[in-house]
């Protein structure tokens, strides 16, 4: 008899305190496999040790933060079921992610017909903020209009006159192009670009373009040759001491330290440019904080920039869910709007008409560094949209 | 005629499916549609590849024609889907007519080489063309009548257009055209000597084979509401390829139960473990070694009948 | 095009040919000899790249050494995966063979992730090999001008072997009639392993001996196997010499393309296959084959 009664208490309880705390579910989709596990595995690290840090504290409004993640394979067609999937069979509650813009707009395109919020925590398309923007969707990563800007900024900064832009040949390079066209007038109206070379996304072999931009003779190169395709690059140009008398400013963030530590000895003199993240630097005592609890996670301190992207993707989802206190999506969204919060690198807020938020990116050339095996960047300056 | 014991294990299916949203489930239901279109798409491959015996490495060309032309007419233009989709279909079954016209000229590897550097043409036609297909940021936000919006009104529509597509097939693989091309694929030489324009044969079958991947594609445009230049490249080639092979390329129903095995293998592999590709291709290779018939051959060697020669 | 231009780029078309060579030889002689599409061969090259990396940059090893250890590793690999597995489909319906190739490239992929992570890497060029030689009108990178050395001389060895020795006449004599082998007392299942494992190493070597020059990074491997099945099929299948013809083709067609057209860059290999199949529809030295 006390045992059925105690059995029937517990239950009771059990009841009671599974309808009060049923869970807060956040999607995230990053590739984690394939060409785009570079990015997506650190992202979705980061994006983990945020939930770790909310659930930590308690949670969201008293209730567990539970994270369904899944792999967006980079393909558009597969990400767009996949949060399909997360929404009606998960139920999650708001989804963050994505990492190439086509896979951006399918999910922004799902969160529409679904009226679920997406935070787009890495895609940089344009458009997502521009034409194919509505209620549900938010970007908190850069973009290429102001990454275009700061370089065109840099352009001017270093008086460079005979450009040679080189810009991968995809959406990204073409919208990275027209977003440095766009500022130059405005920062260094005597610069002419004299050459513009466009590889192809996935290019291995620069032999076809580096001739060229020597003969060219530029004093700077504007680029957006991003990761392997930088690397290469430097690889088969180095040896033609093409660096020696040409400053490269790049937005494709190659001052990052997984490029700098990769490189090491192999990194060119005489470029700039920009990265979300360096872990020898923090802003402030919370930017501190944040780089050392990533650097517990990931067990070394030398951490990806990619993971404060996915952090920062899960503040936002939560802040707002917690200023609206509720779930419900047209609340997020509305909360989302004009939302500013404290990230690691500094205080962001979302353009209520633009859904953007106006995260910043270190800039700054990659200098050699006594009894480093690596460059660092220095000086080290950060510049954030107004 | 198709044997009494087909036609009542199709209707039987078709029913179970037609009841499959009183179920409630949304997720079932989208995952049903999904599997339906690569269904479609893998039978139209094998009219290719297990009837007339000849591998393509490009069949998502056609698939991406359809798609993306259904899209880009109900989208930019405006039309009604009644004229986007046979339109789509139309145009997917011309440009495999024009490739296949030049493909049937060569044999096995090299016939499918060919079919590749025609895919990855379409490809590049789909990337650079950015103004009319979205180029690599994809066409999105394509425009469904307002009958179709709803996911279960959707999931009949594709389940209605692919059960006519899958009887029109039957039809077509088992008259007269159909067993002729089998004779192709089993003694090129030999049916030439009786009389059969191998060639043309061949070509009749490549087309045939895009007109339906390209109805494939329409289906598969609009449930994503977006084509994506990803579903023209050789990896969806190649993936359809898998669900032909899986399937078991010597029956008509193989490349169905690939389709349908494949897909919700990636699908909960994905839910599972960030490793899925490992969890898949173990699962791939067991049922590789140990069914080298593919999955028909298991359900054959139930039934007794031995390997088919 | 200056002249300086045109003999840079005729060189580094060749450079790439060359490299290119050496990973498209295994896949014809795999594809060759055992008739099977080793959908696997463009991971065997990332594996080759990876295991120099490993060799070179953690273990520090001189490179010479890094590319002998992809070629063995490779080599242990693919004979692994060629007794215990993929000798069971020899006798079954070919493309079942494609199915399990595929297989093997998803279980590598997760393999080299588990292995080296998700990070991207990179090689340095051997030591004597990472500077330029001053020509007087034009400067070459000396890593490339070795590429154009070692391709050759690999052709040349594989000729011999396959042409001048037993062994290599029993190869042949494996692709013409395997029966007829087996029957004269060759022991073919051993003459199939040796292949494949031979054909594997090269890729392993190729991808060794390409480190220097690009970034390794996951992915790395969906690229090469189109462009090394090109370079076989323009060839003529198991022709050597012709995949030889065939990555020289490649590489020129390529290089100059992307000079001239770089709107077409992503299709060129596949137009330059488009055009040659329609004029040689077994490629530019295969012959017809008897049969199916």
Redesign the interface.
């Known amino acids: 008899m006390r045992f059925t009664a105690a059995i029937l208490a517990v239950g009771a309880l059990g009841a009671a305190t599974a309808s009060a705390q049923e869970p807060i579910r956040i999607g995230a989709m990053y590739p984690l496999t394939g060409g785009g596990a570079v990015y997506g595995v650190p992202a979705m690290a980061g994006h983990q040790l945020a939930i770790e840090e909310i659930n930590a504290r308690g949670g969201v409004m008293g209730r567990k933060l539970v994270s369904v993640e899944r792999d967006d394979k980079m393909n558009p067609a597969a990400a767009s079921s996949t949060m399909k999937e997360l929404i009606t069979k998960d139920k999650v509650h708001i989804v963050v992610g994505g990492l190439a813009s086509s896979v951006g707009l399918a999910m922004s395109e799902v969160a529409k017909q679904e009226k679920v919020v997406y935070i787009a925590t890495i895609p940089k398309t344009i458009q997502m903020t521009t034409d194919k923007l509505h209620r549900h969707v938010f970007r908190t990563a850069s973009h290429t209009d102001f990454e275009g800007d700061t370089m065109a900024m840099l352009v001017g900064k270093h008086k460079l006159t005979k450009l040679c832009q080189l810009q991968l040949d995809y959406a990204y390079g073409n919208d990275l192009e027209a977003g440095v066209l766009k500022a130059l007038p405005k920062y260094a109206p005597n610069a002419k670009v004299a050459l513009t070379l466009k590889p192809k996304l996935g290019a291995t072999d620069f032999n076809p373009f580096i001739p060229q931009v020597m003969a060219a003779g530029c004093d700077g190169v504007v680029s957006g040759l991003w990761g392997p395709h930088f690397v290469s690059w430097v690889k088969q140009a180095k040896p033609l001491g093409f660096f020696d008398k040409i400053k490269w400013i790049s937005g494709g963030e190659i001052a990052s330290h997984e490029i700098a530590g990769e490189l090491k000895d192999d990194y060119p003199d005489n470029v700039i440019s920009n990265t979300y993240e360096l872990w020898y630097h923090a802003q402030d005592a919370s930017h501190k904080a944040f780089q050392e609890a990533l650097a517990k996670k990931l067990g070394t301190p030398e951490t990806p920039q990619w993971a404060l992207l996915g952090y920062i993707g899960v503040h936002y989802a939560v802040a707002a869910m917690e200023k609206a206190k509720s779930t419900d999506s047209d609340a997020i969204a509305g909360a989302l709007e004009g939302l500013t919060i404290k990230s690691p690198v500094g205080t962001l807020t979302i353009d209520p008409k633009t859904h953007q938020a106006n995260i910043g990116q270190f800039w700054g050339p990659m200098v050699k560094k006594p009894g480093r095996a690596y460059r660092m960047m220095d000086p080290i300056e950060y510049i954030q949209p107004k | 005629m198709p044997r009494r014991s087909y036609l009542i294990a199709s209707a039987v299916v078709v029913l179970l499916l037609a009841l499959l949203p009183l179920a409630g489930s949304r997720h079932a239901v989208d995952l049903t549609t999904e599997v339906m279109i690569y269904a479609l798409f893998a039978l139209s491959l094998n009219v290719l590849v297990g009837y007339t015996g000849n591998v393509s490495f490009g069949h998502a060309a056609y698939f991406a024609i359809g798609g993306y032309t259904c899209a880009i007419l109900l989208t930019t233009h405006g039309w009604p889907l009644v004229l986007a989709m046979p339109a789509a279909v139309l145009l997917a079954g011309l440009v495999a007519g024009v490739v296949g016209f030049f493909c049937v000229r060569l044999t096995q590897i090299y016939f499918a080489m060919l079919t590749l550097a025609f895919a990855m043409l379409v490809w590049g036609v789909a990337f650079k063309w950015k103004e009319v297909t979205g180029g690599d940021d994809g066409l999105t936000g394509v425009k469904l009548p307002a009958m179709l919006a709803n996911h279960v009104n959707y999931f009949y529509f594709t389940l209605v257009s692919v059960a006519i597509a899958i009887a029109a097939l039957w039809v077509i693989c088992h008259s007269a055209f159909g067993l002729t091309l089998v004779a192709v694929r089993e003694n090129n030489v030999r049916a030439g000597f009786i009389g059969v324009d191998t060639r043309r044969m061949r070509w009749a079958a490549f087309t045939v084979a895009g007109a339906f991947g390209g109805l494939a594609g329409a289906l598969f445009g609009m449930y994503h509401r977006g084509m994506y230049i990803e579903n023209a490249f050789w990896t969806e080639s190649a993936q359809v390829l898998i669900m032909v092979l899986l399937g078991g390329l010597y029956s008509f129903v193989g490349p169905i139960i690939g389709a349908a095995v494949l897909h919700l293998l990636q699908v909960f592999t994905n839910q599972y473990t960030p490793y899925w590709p490992t969890v898949l291709g173990l699962i791939l290779l067991v049922i590789v070694l140990v069914l080298p018939d593919g999955l028909v051959g298991l359900v054959n060697r139930f039934k007794g009948r031995g390997r088919r020669s | 095009m200056t002249t300086t231009?045109f003999t840079?780029?005729a060189f580094?078309g060749l450079?790439?040919a060359m490299n290119m060579f050496i990973i498209a030889s295994g896949l014809n002689l795999i594809?060759g000899v055992l008739r099977v599409?080793n959908?696997a061969h463009g991971m065997f090259y990332m594996f080759g790249a990876y295991i120099i990396f490993t060799v070179t940059k953690s273990w520090g090893a001189p490179f010479f050494v890094g590319v002998l250890a992809s070629a063995a590793g490779l080599a242990v690999i693919a004979l692994v995966i060629e007794r215990l597995?993929l000798r069971?489909?020899y006798g079954?319906?070919h493309?079942?063979q494609?199915?399990?190739t595929?297989?093997?490239?998803?279980?590598m992929?997760?393999?080299a992730?588990?292995i080296w992570?998700?990070?991207?890497?990179?090689v340095?060029?051997p030591a004597g090999l990472?500077?330029?030689v001053n020509l007087g009108f034009v400067?070459l990178?000396?890593?490339q001008l070795f590429l154009c050395v070692v391709g050759p001389l690999i052709a040349i060895a594989m000729w011999l072997l396959v042409d001048k020795t037993r062994a290599g006449r029993i190869v042949r004599a494996a692709t013409q009639d395997r029966e007829m082998l087996a029957a004269l007392g060759v022991n073919v299942p051993m003459v199939y392993a040796a292949v494949f494992t031979i054909g594997s190493a090269l890729a392993g070597v190729g991808g060794a001996l390409a480190a220097?020059?690009?970034?390794l990074?996951?992915?790395?491997d969906?690229?090469i196997i189109?462009e090394c099945?090109?370079i076989v099929?323009i060839g003529g299948?198991g022709h050597m010499w012709g995949s030889f013809v065939g990555a020289l083709a490649f590489g020129f067609v390529?290089?100059?393309g992307?000079?001239w057209a770089?709107?077409?860059?992503?299709?060129l290999p596949?137009?330059l296959?488009?055009a040659v199949?329609?004029v040689r529809?077994?490629?530019l030295f295969?012959q017809p084959?008897s049969?199916?």
């Open positions: 231009m840079l780029n580094y450079a790439l594809f599409i959908f597995l069971h489909l079954k319906e493309l079942m494609l199915l399990f595929f297989a093997v490239v998803l279980l992929s997760d393999a992730k588990m992570g998700t990070d991207q890497y990179s340095g060029y990472g500077g330029a400067v990178p000396q890593y220097p020059r690009v970034a990074v996951p992915g790395m969906a690229t189109n099945f090109i099929i299948l390529v290089q100059f992307t000079v770089p709107n077409w860059q992503d299709v596949y137009l296959m488009l199949l329609i529809p077994w490629g295969g084959e049969g199916r």
